[in-house]
C-alpha cells in the first residue's frame, strides 16, 4: 500500500498589502509523523478568516506570526488519523488551530477538542453556526456591549461570518439593528435574511455621505457599535455614537490589506460622547464556549438564528477562496473543504 | 456714581484651525441685567483650558458652541455682585461655567457655587489643584483607569494642567510613573516637580523613534495611557500597550487646531492588546466632586501633591495667553487674571 502523500499550503513570502499567489505554494510532502502525546488529523474543513491575514505579518500580535515555509494555520474540522493520545481514538472528529493541509499534526497540548458530529445537520455547522465567528459574535455582542432591549446597534460587515450572527442575537434580545454591507445584493440579504432592521450600503460613499445615511436610520444615534471594519465605515459610525455607546473592536478588514495602518479619524467623538472601545479577540473566551453553544444550538432549533455558508472546494482553491473575504465575494461563512 | 462698565472677550468668529486675534474682539458694554433668581458675579480669575477651543467649533460636542458675539465660557472665579437668589449674598465668592468678562449674568439654576475662601491660601488654588482638570486627573485615573499598585502609566502631556496631577495621583496609589511632554525644561520638571519615574521630549521624534523610547522604559508594555494629546504622541504610546490596558481619552490637543481631525492609526494594538478607550468628560463627575476635593485636600496638606499655576494679568492678554496653551508655553495651569 502507497502511504498517503500530504498537501500543504504554505506561506513562503509575507504579503505587502493585498496576498498574491506567489505568497504561497501547494506542495506535496511526506505525511507528518506523530508528535508524542498527539496527534495526526486528516482535515475536512477549514474555516478561512480575516484574522489569518494578521497572522501572515511578521508583527506583534496576540498569536506568533505563521512561520515561513509552514502551513498557513487555520481553525479546521477533521478526524483523528492515528493518536498518541488516550482521549482520541482514530475516527473521532475534532475541531482545533491547525492548518490548511490534508494532515496535521497536533502536538500535546493542543486546543484539538472532540466534536459531537451527530448532533449537527452537517459537520460544517462546527465552523459557521458553532465556530470561532459565532462565538466571536456571541461574546462580542453579550459580553462586551452588553445590548440592552429597545437599543440600536449597528454592525459593520454585516453580511459576513461574524456580522450576520451578531444582528441576530442582538434581534433576539430586543434590540434595533442596522447593517452596513457592501453592494445592493447583500445589503437586500440582510434585510431578508438576517433581519436587521436597516441596510446601508456603503460602496463608493465617503465619510459624510456614509455618515449622514447612518443618521437618518438612527436619529437618536448608536448605542452600539460592531466594528469588522475599520477605516471609512469605522468613521462614520462614530460620527453616530450615541452618548455613553459601547464599540465592540472586532475586526478591521479594511487595512488587513493596506500597507499602512489606516486608524480612524474621528477618535475625538469617542470623547465627546463618552463612549468606549473594546478590543477583542475570541480566543479569551474559549473556556465559556460552551455557555454559547448551548444558546446557539437553541436558537438554530428554534429557527431564530439563519447561518449561511459558502464553502469552496479544494485546497487547490485555497488562495482565491482566502481572498474572495478581502473582494467581499464570500456569501456568508468562508470555509474550504479539505477532503 | 458712574456706574461700572463691563469688558467682555467676544468670540466674534469661528476659527479655521489656529486661532487668531481676530477671531475675538474685547468690547467694553454695559452691565448685565440681573436675571430672574440668578446672580451677578464680578469675575477674578478665569481658568484657560484646550476644552475652551472644542466649544469655539460649531460642531457637535458635549456642550453647545459658544455662540457667536458672546463671551467666551471659561470656568471662573469670583465675587457675587447682585444677587436675586436667597442661597447667595453679595460679596460671598462663587466658581461656576462663567465667562472670560468682567462681570457674569448668571441665571438660575447655573451650576454656579459658593467656594470657601477661607480653606485655602490663594483663591485660584480652586482653578488648579481643586480646580476642573483636578477632577479630571483624579476621576479620570482613579474611576476609569483603576490603577493597581506596581502598574505602569503613560501621560501624555504630562507637565500640563491635569497631566502633572495624574502623575502625581498615581504616584500616591503606588504606580509606575511615564511622562511624555514638549522639550529638556518640562521633562526635568517631570523627573524633579511631579515625580515621574521616567518622562520622554516628543518634540521633533517620529512615532517609530517616540515608541522605541517608550519600550526602553516600559518594557512590559503600558498598562494604563492617560491621554491628553493624540496624534503621532498616542500612536506611539498604543504600540506599547500592554494586554488589557485602559486608556482614558481625556484630551487630543493636537487636534484642536487642525484644519482636519487627525485622528490615530494605531487603532489594531487596541484589538489584539484587547485593550480598552474611554472617553472621559469631568462635568459627569460634578455630583462627586466633594469626594476629590476631600482627598486633594490632604495631599496638598501632607505635601504630597505640587501643583503649578501659570497666572497671565488681565483680559486684555486672553488672547495671548490663551494661546500658551497650544504653544506649550504654558508652565502649569494656566489662569487669567481678570481683576
Not at 437599543?151 to 444582528?167: K, M, R, W
Not at 462614520?236 to 480612524?264: D, F, K, T
Not at 444550538?297 to 469552496?312: I, N, S, Y
Request: hydrophobic content about 45%; some cysteine; charged content about 20%.
Amino acid at each position: 500500500m502507497i502511504p498517503p502523500m500530504n498537501r500543504r499550503f504554505l506561506l513562503v513570502r509575507r504579503p505587502l498589502g493585498i496576498p498574491v499567489p506567489d505568497d504561497f505554494a501547494l506542495v506535496e510532502t511526506a505525511m507528518p509523523v506523530l508528535p508524542p502525546g498527539g496527534l495526526i488529523v486528516r482535515n475536512h474543513y477549514a474555516s478561512l478568516d480575516p484574522a489569518q491575514r494578521g497572522w501572515m505579518d511578521d508583527a506583534p500580535s496576540y498569536m506568533p506570526p505563521i512561520p515561513l515555509g509552514d502551513a498557513v494555520r487555520a481553525a479546521t474540522l477533521g478526524v483523528v488519523h492515528a493518536s498518541d493520545n488516550p482521549a482520541f481514538a482514530p475516527g473521532d472528529w475534532v475541531r482545533g488551530a491547525h492548518a490548511l493541509e490534508d494532515y496535521s499534526a497536533v502536538p500535546a497540548g493542543s486546543f484539538t477538542r472532540s466534536i459531537d458530529i451527530d448532533a449537527v445537520d452537517r459537520p460544517t455547522l462546527y465552523l459557521s453556526a458553532l465556530g470561532g465567528n459565532a462565538m466571536t459574535a456571541y461574546f462580542g455582542l453579550l459580553d462586551i456591549a452588553k445590548p440592552q432591549p429597545g437599543e440600536t446597534l449597528l454592525v459593520t460587515g454585516a453580511a459576513g461570518g461574524v456580522g450576520s450572527i451578531v444582528g441576530q442575537i442582538a434581534k433576539i434580545v430586543g434590540c434595533r439593528t442596522i447593517g452596513i454591507a457592501g453592494g445592493a445584493e447583500k445589503c437586500d440579504r440582510l434585510l431578508r435574511d438576517f433581519g436587521f432592521d436597516a441596510a446601508i450600503d456603503y460602496k463608493g460613499k465617503a465619510v459624510a455621505e456614509l455618515a449622514e445615511e447612518i443618521r437618518k436610520v438612527a436619529p437618536r444615534g448608536l448605542d452600539m457599535l460592531f466594528e469588522n471594519v475599520g477605516g471609512t465605515v469605522m468613521d462614520a459610525a462614530l460620527l453616530n455614537l450615541a452618548q455613553g455607546a459601547r464599540v465592540v473592536l472586532c475586526g478591521l478588514i479594511s487595512e488587513y490589506n493596506a500597507p499602512e495602518r489606516i486608524g480612524i479619524r474621528n477618535l475625538w467623538q469617542v470623547l465627546v460622547q463618552r463612549a468606549t472601545i473594546h478590543g477583542m479577540i475570541v480566543a479569551d473566551y474559549i473556556p465559556r464556549f460552551a455557555e454559547a453553544t448551548d444558546d446557539i444550538r437553541r436558537w438554530l432549533a428554534e429557527g431564530k438564528l439563519h447561518v449561511e455558508e459558502d464553502v469552496q472546494d479544494g485546497l487547490e482553491t485555497a488562495y482565491p477562496a482566502f481572498m474572495r473575504l478581502f473582494s467581499g465575494a464570500n456569501r456568508g461563512k468562508q470555509i474550504l473543504r479539505i477532503a
